[in-house]
Nanobody
């Protein structure tokens, strides 16, 4: 299973960006997808998560400003950001967990995308 993010860029404070993450592969089922971010010199931190049932959770720092949504049929997760602040500047990573199989039994996976840069300038 592979994840590919898109939609990053540079935006002025107060603006918004729409980040997208698409999962691809064969014979897989995703249980939950999430976004994390990592700013220079800092540890990767949780941003938002959504389950295949549509239950969403957010970091306190982005509540009310970011919205996560998911298209189960397309195995895509969207992070709509808004009211961006300079402190939101980071590389944003998509994460997916679920099960997959080759020719045998199902087994769990936990995969990351390559990341997409978000830069917010004041």
């Amino acid at each position: 299973v592979q994840l590919v993010e898109s939609g990053g860029g540079s935006v002025q404070a107060g603006g918004s960006l729409r980040l997208s993450c698409a999962a691809s592969g064969t014979d897989f089922s995703i249980n939950a997808m999430a976004w994390y971010r990592q700013a220079p010199g800092k540890q990767r931190e949780f941003v938002a998560r959504i389950t295949n049932a549509g239950s969403a959770s957010y970091a306190d720092s982005v509540k009310g400003r970011f919205t996560i949504s998911r298209d189960n049929a397309e195995n895509t997760v969207i992070l709509q950001t808004g009211s961006l602040k300079p402190e939101d500047t980071a590389v944003y990573y998509c994460n997916g967990v679920g099960i997959t199989r080759d020719s045998g039994p199902w087994y769990p996976f936990d995969v990351w995308g390559q990341g997409t840069q978000v830069t917010v300038f004041s």
